[in-house]
């Protein structure tokens, strides 16, 4: 029988040690953590510092082009990007029902490993628990994180009229992926997650020097929900032509058969970045050297047009507010 | 290697759609009151922006045809009726779970505990019903004609497989009435009608005959695209130009055919029969516009084995909501007094707010820059 994770795995003793230095010491392993103390000291170069933090309970936990660990890598260090800081240090907890597969949990802390050496961030404190069945769906993990602020001043209240926006991927890959695996659908599909830390292609932009007035990942309420806060926080008028935007095939597909919007659809690896006038160019072509950027594409621009509004234009003339996400997301019924 | 079609962006190719703008504005002779019977039509029209690049001649005017939207509140009160009784689990469809009925609505009960599931197919009451073999499972069905097949086939395999706690509580609406009702009341100014397209796959284009012989109103069945849209207008503006015998049009016909698919209408003629009434939201009562099991199958109708807990009243809108009036083609959304203010989709007053295949609804997610609609 497979090795499985039991309640004494969290009880602080023997269990919970072993389990430690088995599995996340051998992965995660580095010489703070090692150290063992109650709390990591940390040295950081600058007085600057983003900080953040996020959960993660994806169901299913296993998907095509991921799992939850490297979500829970690739969350917590895009949104320290998003600040232009380079990540540094993860804290790490999870959550853990009992009777879960050990061998689950060591491919999950594989893949977190294999996030972290993309950006070279390190988890330096972590906890474990154990929950009795039916405490947690199996998993759930909470990573958060420091990083060193290596460009000051990007921000959601930026935004000024004339600036670009450029989206750095396909929109919708991760939502489209999750939901095509829920159990209660069964799509047969090859669709991908997009999840992927963004600092190389960030660290691109800003060793060139690009004047960057805000990033930020499309994660929950997709593009849309970024847009839409854009436009409020810097009381703005965003204007996207609606035939830029990349959208993959099969999400448009996924998107028509259960009525639903690939700009309102999750991202895990997929970012909005706003750019001065005259810098588009430049962003886009280091944006294309990345594998994970290389769809980047401009989809429009900021204006004065309306106050806090997001405005879609299509190619034959006509157009319409991109209202932000609302309530549970239902599929149609004809 | 057959050269793949994309069933998308095929239909929604921006150099089309302006080509067919252009040749409706040329050859426009009339203004043109069409009404679109489904809630699907309305979505594409309102989410492409349709109207914006009309001429001013075409008017749409929003039909019946969402089927949410047209249950009254004593039939939304039956399901939660349904969900609150002991042992049970209430299965249906989409955005039915969202409509507010007389107290409360599913999606808050669900919230309080009781077991109710939002469906993606019908088929998935077979493993609720074998997961929970000690628990009554009701499934509520709704929709026009394109969703019959499949509660039809559900009450197949149930009774193929005699699975005994799956009851059904049918609630499922036909086209060809209710558009007769609308026309014969006179009050509704409609020149033409779009025919539905999924509706249309399993009916065929047959059921429209009787409506265009006794109004003279011309029926083109387009399909949901926006290309598919602009192309039924402009053969619809060609009827009337050629001032020959109305005749039902069918554009889409990729999937409609004039009989339609005969064997969704066998299962559905095996398992159901039509009710002598059913009481529309807004419009009232129509003879004959919706289906029943059939006798036989009475020990598994809720409606006849949990009689006694279903509510009989039958109650009215909210006095300022104006949905009926929008269902039957007398008003637009922008003339309701408590549209985008009292009554939005995250708190939604009426039903046509309720579904995103409601007017109200689609008004208020695409419509409101160009406060163009129609």
Known sequence: ?334 | MQPEIDLITSFRNPEHIKALAAVIKKEVSRPINIMEVCGGHTHTIMKFGLPQILPEEINFVHGPGCPVCIMPKERIDHAIALASMPNTILATLGDMIRVPGSQTSLQKLRAEGKDIRSLYSPLDVIKIAKENPEKNVVFFAIGFETTTPMSAALVEIVLKEDIKNVFFHINHVTVPEPVDAIMSGGDAKIDAFLGPSHVSVITGYKIYEPIVQKYGTPISVAGFEPTDVMESILRIIRQFNAGTERFVDNQYTRAVSREGNLKAQELIARFMEQREHFRWRGIGDIPKSALKLKDQFAHMDAEVVFKEFLPTQELDDHKLCICGSILKGLAKPYDCKVFGKACTPSNPMGSCMVSSEGACSAYFKYGKLSKKGA
């Open chain 1, 1 to 334: 029988m497979s090795k499985k994770i039991l309640l004494s795995h969290g009880g602080g003793g023997e269990e919970t040690s072993s389990l430690i230095k088995e599995l996340f010491f051998k992965h995660f392993e580095n010489e703070i953590l090692l150290k063992m103390e109650d709390a990591a000291a940390l040295e950081m170069n600058t007085t600057k510092i983003a900080f953040t933090t996020d959960s993660f309970t994806v169901s299913p936990l296993f998907f095509n082009g991921g799992n939850i660990g490297k979500l829970a890598i690739a969350g917590t260090v895009n949104d320290l990007v998003m600040m232009g800081a380079q990540p540094k240090y993860l804290t790490c907890s999870f959550m853990i029902e009992e009777g879960f597969s050990f061998d689950d949990l060591e491919s999950i802390v594989i893949s977190m490993k294999e996030e972290m050496s993309k950006s070279g961030v390190k988890i330096v404190a972590g906890d474990t628990k154990v929950v009795p069945k039916g405490g947690v769906d199996g998993l759930f993990i909470n990573t958060s994180g420091v990083g060193e602020i290596v460009v000051e001043g990007i921000s959601a209240h930026n935004l000024k009229p004339n600036q670009s926006l450029i989206v750095s991927n396909e929109v919708g890959n991760h939502g489209a992926c999750i939901l095509a695996r829920r159990e209660d659908i069964e799509l047969e599909t090859e669709l991908k997650t997009d999840c992927a830390s963004l600092w190389k292609p960030v660290e691109a932009l800003i060793k060139a020097g690009v004047k960057v007035a805000a990033y930020r990942d499309a994660t929950r309420g997709g593009l849309s929900a970024v847009l839409n806060e854009w436009a409020e926080a810097s009381n703005v008028c965003l204007e996207i032509e609606e035939e830029k935007i990349p959208v993959a095939n099969e999400v448009k597909g996924v998107c028509e058969m259960l009525g639903f919007e690939p700009y309102e659809f999750a991202n895990e690896g997929t970012m909005v970045i706003c750019v001065q006038e005259g810098e588009e160019e430049k962003v886009l072509n280091i944006l294309h050297k990345f594998e994970e950027t290389k769809k980047a594409s401009l989809i429009g621009k900021v204006t004065d047009k309306y106050k806090n509004r997001v405005i879609l234009h299509s190619a034959w003339g006509s157009s319409r507010f991109l209202e932000p996400p609302k309530g549970e997301l239902l599929p149609r019924i004809c």
